[in-house]
């Protein structure tokens, strides 16, 4: 059974920057598929990134190339997902997802490719 667990979400101002954590355990993070989601009110689960088992190429969303970086530390059994430039239109619950399985790229994007679930971290965008 694998157990994520997200941090490091926030108040940030328009053009700021926040760094999400999601912690894992149950199994090593280079052994996992993982991705980050967001959910703002009222809108559906929306794919930000996803990052490969073994070498951990990363895939992210248009929306977030250029201001969002995935990432993985095997020594922290972390992920993280740096994001820059951040715009109101960021504000989201951001979810961390992990799958044993190795998903095509084309179904990184949805919701039901995905295994084990975070609680989710809360990110605001407002001056």
């Known amino acids: 059974q694998v157990q994520l667990v997200e941090s490091g979400g926030g108040l940030v101002q328009p053009g700021g920057s926040l760094r999400l954590s999601c912690a894992a355990s149950?199994?090593?993070?280079?052994?996992?598929?993982m991705a980050w989601f967001r959910e703002a009110p009222g809108k559906e689960r929306q794919f930000v990134a996803g990052?490969?088992?073994?070498?951990?190429?990363?895939y992210p969303a248009d929306s977030a190339k250029g201001r969002f970086t995935v990432s993985r530390d095997n020594g922290k059994n972390a992920a993280y997902l740096q994001m820059n430039r951040l715009e109101p239109e960021d504000a989201a619950v951001y979810y961390c997802a992990a799958t044993t399985s190795s998903p095509i790229v084309s179904s990184l994007p949805r919701a039901s490719t995905w295994e084990y679930w975070g609680q989710g971290t809360q990110v605001t965008v407002s001056s």
């Open positions: 149950g199994r090593t993070v280079s052994t996992l598929a």
């Open positions: 990052l490969k088992k073994g070498m951990g190429t990363t």
